[in-house]
């Protein structure tokens, strides 16, 4: 089967006036043509998937996904419930939705399906999936938007989603259902009034979709605080969609953006955006943000471990480790050692490497990265010893890595590389990827090698080198 | 026509929060999922407050549920019936109730266009197809699990999200001197509900067994200080302290007062200066919960 990809994304608004009331106000019905214009080119795309990703579904619970296969109801809106009912009958792919649960677990999320009768699904879903999908041709999945998540989560949340996608060989198409700004009149108004809120909040939302227009997703994901400071008002989810959508997207920069329609919905600002992954534009970001694989956040909130600042902390991979492994120490310095700030810093009291005569012997080498202690291809097992998905192959290529930055720290480089006791913590499952990347490194500089499996490591990881290597010439 | 009509009358008003987790651990034939219990504490606060106004007389229950949230006003359930299944959308493996509920749509209308007449943003609600919040449900099952009295259902206004605490105060103080006048005016002996937790800050983990009272307790000690205070003022009758604090408590504590339910109540009451009955305090999963009856029926020297 060929690798599942994104074939576009969509951002829609939520309120039911399109469905509704489209005829009542021109901007409305320009909305309305905007997602027949998207549903046409869903179409158009083959996609076998919708995702949506549903700001007015709020969860607390983790995330939660709709796996009933056929939810039926009739939707009446908790504010506009004068313009009508919506009836809805949608095709759900539960099997993806259960796919999708497990690889939020997979990454340390809380997550659970939900496939209850009579389970209301949100304004935001019904009104995409009536107007993307009115046939119900394409099976779709439902998400809410955790309350209490932050960019970590959201950006997990994106990962796991694409996991799934990848692995089950699907066409997918991602939407966000939401609102630019969000305020809304406070009183009732005539619909040929219609109009954004304020110049302030027209301005904002004019400028996200300049950038979403050129493509910029990642752009508005990095804004999405000041955004939500901005033109949102606290309403119970903040604006984290973007951060959801550009992790769909591999917080690419560089997508092709249209934006289809903008109007008022009450008020609020109302947009149709395509996001097709063709690459356009220069795709330069201001800064990277922390690229998270692994949710390791707060899960001890029921044995009440922690006082409440620990509990609302963000916490990403890059955390340091002692709250998931031993203290970090300094190395020690003597006269022989060699010490690099550009290696991760010992669990104990030894330093990186020590010269002796014509040789330089180092301390065993994990993959954990300087600085921010996170492990590429993630951790092992979470702070509760829960065991997690991990690469082997990434963590490897990060020993290496690690190597080759203390021997540069001495003077020489990984070809000086003589002789290495690897030792890995899953012999069965991990040989093979451990192998491979060996091969492609320093397989290739030829260092005798010897591998051996054992119980564990002080940190969790998977893999450790231990390596003797000619010390560079003295000056 | 207040002339002709003996004066209406408020019996009692209740603070009598909502967590689906109450009526999941009580196992009514109208729940489907079952419980081995759970939250006693509070569902025995629930069981005082039953007894408490088992001998009052009253005609119609007036309940404000923040989890009917409007963003465009207050609005008020505006048919005489509403059937259905309420299914929470954040606890629905716990609350799936079936419910068959009737409104005193002349007294909704009464507040309602009183509120209107003072300036407030009001709509009745008409639409029959509008499912009941869990909210609205959840307190209305507790209170009177006979469901024998009609009742009178009040949206949650997110003024204070839009504004903040202080505005969304004003309007919920407007809101209840216009509610207590309706209820005088309609000569009907009334209950007065808020239904919301006190501190509201959650755990975003759910132990395997959700009725497993072991891992039940607030999530902090600052929320633990928060709730106590409140319920000081309100075993002390010092209302007028609640309103003034009403600002810092709903935002440091993260309650849920800021659906305006208890400000609306107090206010509905004319700030009683008389004391509460605490009939229980618990927490559900992390917040701070306070069952409390105002009696009013028997203050009623100088409150006219
Ligand atoms: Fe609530």
Known sequence: ?475 | MGLFMSKGEIVAGCLAPHPPHLVYAENPEQNEPTAEGGWEQLRWGYERLRESLADVEYDAIVLLSPHWQTYIGTHFLGLPKFKSLSVDPVFPNLFRYHYDLDIDVDLARQIHDKAADAGLAVKMMENPDFRVDYGTITTGHMFNPQWDKPLVVLSSNRSRDYYSVEVMQEMMMELGRVTREAILDSGKKVVVIASNSLSHRHFTTESAIPEDMSKEHITSHAMHLWDMRMIEYFRTGQSQRILDEMPEFTEQAIAESDGGGLSWLLSTLDIPNYPGILHGYGTIIGTGNAIVEWPERNHKEGRE
Request: net charge negative; with cysteine.
């Open chain 1, 1 to 475: 089967m060929s690798d599942g990809e994104l074939v576009g994304s969509y951002i829609v608004p939520v309120h039911p006036h399109t469905v509704l009331a489209a005829d009542q106000n021109e901007g409305w019905g320009r909305l309305r043509d905007a997602f027949e214009e998207a549903a046409q080119r869903i179409k158009d795309s083959d996609a076998d998937l919708l995702i949506i990703y549903s700001t007015t579904w709020p969860s607390i619970i983790g995330h939660q996904i709709i796996a009933d296969p056929n939810p039926e109801w009739v939707m009446v809106d908790n504010d506009f419930h004068d313009l009508g009912s919506i009836p809805y009958s949608f095709n759900i792919d539960e099997n993806f939705a259960h796919a999708w649960n497990q690889a939020n677990e997979n990454r340390g999320l809380k997550s659970r399906t939900v496939a209850y009768h009579g389970f209301p699904i949100d304004v935001g879903s019904v009104v995409a999936l009536k107007l993307l999908n009115p046939d119900n041709a394409i099976p779709a999945v439902i998400v809410s938007s955790n309350v209490y998540a932050n960019r970590a989560e959201t950006t997990v949340l994106a990962k796991a989603c694409m996991d799934v996608v990848k692995a089950t060989g699907r066409k997918a198409v991602a939407v966000t259902a939401m609102s630019l700004s969000n305020r809304m009149f406070t009183k009732p108004i005539d619909p040929k009034d219609d109009k954004i809120h304020s110049l302030k909040d027209d301005e904002w939302n004019r400028k996200i979709l300049e950038f979403l227009g050129e493509g910029r997703l990642e752009d508005v994901g990095q804004l999405s605080r000041t955004i939500h400071r901005q033109i949102r008002v606290n309403k119970v989810v903040a604006f984290k969609p973007m951060w959801w959508l550009s992790g769909m997207n591999q917080n690419r920069n560089n997508l092709t953006g249209e934006v289809l329609a903008y109007e008022a919905i009450h008020g609020a600002g109302g947009a149709v955006v395509h996001l097709d992954p063709a690459a356009s534009g220069a795709g330069d970001k201001e800064y990277d943000e922390d690229d998270v694989e692994y949710f390791l956040g707060e899960r001890n909130v029921l044995d009440a471990q922690g006082d409440e600042t620990e509990m609302v902390s963000e916490t990403v991979s890059a955390k340091p480790s002692n709250s998931n492994g031993p203290a970090l120490w300094e190395p020690t310095e003597s006269k022989d050692s060699v010490n690099s700030a550009a290696a991760p810093k010992p669990v104990g009291a030894y330093p990186h490497a020590r010269r002796v005569g014509d040789l330089l012997y180092l301390s065993g080498v994990g993959p954990r990265q300087p600085g921010t202690n996170s492990i590429p291809g993630g951790p092992i097992h979470d702070a509760d010893g829960k065991s997690l998905e991990y690469d082997i192959k990434a963590q490897t290529h990060a020993v290496v890595q690690n190597i080759t930055r203390i021997l540069e720290e001495a003077g020489g480089s990984i070809d000086d590389v003589l002789d290495v006791t690897s030792f890995l913590v899953d012999m069965d499952r991990d040989f093979k990827g451990y192998n491979e990347v060996w091969a492609d490194t320093l397989g290739k500089v030829g260092p005798t090698r010897t591998t051996l499996a054992i119980r564990a490591l002080p940190t969790p990881i998977a893999v450790e080198m231990k390596v003797i290597a000619k010390a560079p010439a003295l000056e």
